[in-house]
């Protein structure tokens, strides 16, 4: 089976994620694509983030009645930082029959040397660099700045997909909901009234991240 592994912090998840995942489930041939929310971001040690419950939550609500689409909370159950490594380590264990991809925005794909074991990652999963429309991403060039850190074989763990730019961040849903304004179009209209009827984003509610 073919899988595609989306990590992230999905706080919250947004239209943005889902068009993301659904042009590498396309392009890619991917039989189903599992959605990884991260319990403790290396990246963002410091930061606060919503309860795993409450992302969980709307990300359920947000891939409801997509069947090639699920949740996956491997990173949630595993104690300390969420290690792009470890998760596909443990994927690849349950079941070595599965063919791991990687969903990786351009942006991320520069930064990949700077991650924990970045040749081991190349080894259990082919990564899927997704162009994001504004972002500037030369097949040609990456390949060699990857070929250049990890050896010629990484050119083979390497695909490319395409996807309308579209320019929604998770900061600025967090700071549209906090002040009250409108998230329509940003957000699945589940996840919306999630947001509003529980309060996730404001000063008082202590999941807001």
Not at 3 to 13: A, E, L, Q, R, Y
Not at 30 to 44: I, M, N, R, S, Y
Not at 116 to 143: C, F, K, Y
Request: aromatic residues 8%; glycine residues 6%; charged residues 25%.
């Amino acid at each position: 089976m073919r899988i595609g592994v989306f990590g992230g912090t999905f706080d919250p998840i947004h239209l943005g994620h889902l068009v993301l995942a659904e042009q590498c489930r396309e392009q890619c041939r991917l039989d189903e694509v599992w959605f990884v929310p991260a319990a403790l971001p290396p990246h963002k040690l410091d930061a606060v983030i919503s309860s795993a419950k409450t992302r969980m939550e709307m990300i359920e609500f947000a891939i409801s009645g997509h069947v090639q689409f699920k949740v996956c909370p491997i990173e949630l159950d595993r104690e300390g930082p969420s290690y792009t490594v470890t998760t596909l380590e443990q994927l690849q264990a349950e079941d070595s029959t599965r063919e791991l991809f990687l969903l990786v925005g351009a942006d991320s794909i520069r930064d990949l040397p700077t991650w924990r074991q970045p040749q081991r990652i190349l080894e259990l999963a082919t990564v899927v660099a997704v162009n994001r429309g504004r972002d500037s991403l030369s097949d040609a060039a990456t390949r060699e700045q990857l070929n250049q850190n990890f050896g010629l074989g990484a050119a083979g763990r390497l695909e490319f997909v395409e996807m309308p730019a579209i320019d929604i961040s998770a900061s600025d849903i967090r700071r549209r909901a906090s002040a009250g304004r409108s998230l329509r179009y940003l957000v699945p209209r589940a996840v919306e009234m999630y947001i509003r009827e529980f309060g996730i984003y404001c000063a008082d509610n202590s999941t807001a991240g």
